[in-house]
Nanobody, 122 residues
């Protein structure tokens, strides 16, 4: 059974940084893709970034490009999303998800975590 567990959310001041973690377990194949999505109140779920386990291909949505880094620790089966220069508009519940296709279409992801709240406020 595939499971994803997020951690690392919290309250941070504008301009600050956070590192989110997604622990992945239960995959029986070597290749898969892990993505981060976020959903703010009253808004649709938005893809933020994704990384593949094959040669660590990465992709970022324009709104976080240049101030976010997605990475993974293959030994620990954990994917990280480090976000810097955080803005109030980054406030959302952040979810990690796993699938088999690179990209940020939620429909391509079959397994989801429970989410972690990120609040950017002074």
């Amino acid at each position: 059974q595939v499971q994803l567990v997020e951690s690392g959310g919290g309250l941070v001041q504008p301009g600050g940084s956070l590192r989110l973690s997604c622990a992945v377990s239960g995959f029986t194949v070597d290749y898969y893709v892990v993505a981060w999505f976020r959903q703010a109140p009253g808004k649709e779920r938005e893809g933020v970034s994704c990384i593949s386990t094959f040669v660590d291909n990465t992709y970022y949505v324009d709104s976080v490009k240049g101030r976010s880094t997605i990475s993974r620790d293959s030994d620990k089966n954990t994917v990280f999303l480090e976000m810097n220069s955080l803005k109030p508009e980054d406030t959302a519940i952040y979810y990690c998800a796993a699938g088999f296709k690179m990209g940020l279409d939620p429909a391509d992801y079959h397994f989801w975590g429970q989410g972690t709240q990120v609040t950017v406020s002074s």
